[in-house]
Nanobody, 122 residues
Framework: QVELVESGGGSVQAGGSLRLSCTASGDTICTRYMGWYRQAPGEERELVATITTDDSTNYADSVKGRFTISRDNAKNTVFLQMNSPKPEDTAVYYC????????????????WGKGTQVTVSS
């Protein structure tokens, strides 16, 4: 079992900066990648960015060049540095941990944090 705890959300003005953190605890040995997703009111949850255990990253086109995902493996923590946020980035941001698949001896499970609200004002 894995528990994810997010922190760092809040209100920020457009053009400012904000950093989100997510710390994983429990059985994290099977981690394949961690990432951030977001969900705005009335919208579906969408990918923001992911990072693998060997630091390969993937970003949504809407945040490329503005957001940076990174991780501290020793602390099982992933970060999302949000620079120059826009009002349309307002959403609840969720941390995700995805395990390696069944062929690796792991279960391929996906875990979610409870989410942290980010509000960007113009």
């Amino acid at each position: 079992q894995v528990e994810l705890v997010e922190s760092g959300g809040g209100s920020v003005q457009a053009g400012g900066s904000l950093r989100l953190s997510c710390t994983a605890s429990g059985d994290t040995i099977c981690t394949r990648y961690m990432g951030w997703y977001r969900q705005a009111p009335g919208e579906e949850r969408e990918l923001v960015a992911t990072i693998t255990t060997d630091d390969s990253t993937n970003y949504a086109d809407s945040v490329k060049g503005r957001f940076t995902i990174s991780r501290d493996n020793a602390k099982n923590t992933v970060f999302l540095q949000m620079n120059s946020p826009k009002p349309e980035d307002t959403a609840v941001y969720y941390c995700n941990l995805h395990e390696k698949g069944l062929g690796t001896g792991c279960h391929g499970l996906s875990y979610w944090g409870k989410g942290t609200q980010v509000t960007v004002s113009s």
